[in-house]
């Protein structure tokens, strides 16, 4: 079974940075695509990263502000944001997709449980 745990949320001021990160075992190992998506209250959940297995090919919707990248000795995937605004204060998920380039939420399978971030002065 695919499992993805996110980990690294917390509280930060306008113009601050995180960096989270998704733990990936079991059939999450082989996964095409690891996204980061996020959902704030009562918002849809969104899409803000892809990386690929071998971590050659990224989608990032937001590339000056966004980094996503990958740690395959420690399988492990993070996202760096930078600058981050009152605006990016959501709930964070990683999840899993055995398909390549993948970005809409239904080719994901595998989600974690998710870790909150809060941009707040």
């Known amino acids: 079974q695919a499992q993805v745990a996110e980990s690294g949320g917390g509280l930060v001021r306008p113009g601050g940075s995180l960096r989270l990160s998704c733990a990936i075992s079991g059939r999450a190992l082989s996964a095409e695509t690891i996204g980061w998506f996020r959902q704030a209250p009562g918002e849809e959940r969104e899409f803000i990263a892809g990386?690929?297995?071998?971590?050659?090919s990224k989608n990032t919707m937001d590339s000056g502000r966004f980094t996503i990248f990958r740690d395959n000795a420690k399988n492990v995937i993070y996202l760096q944001m930078n600058d981050l605004k009152p605006d990016d204060t959501a709930l964070y998920y990683c999840a899993a997709s055995s398909f390549p380039g993948a970005i809409a939420e239904d080719r994901f399978g595998s989600w974690g449980q998710g870790t909150q971030v809060t941009v707040s002065s």
């Open positions: 990386i690929s297995r071998d971590g050659r």
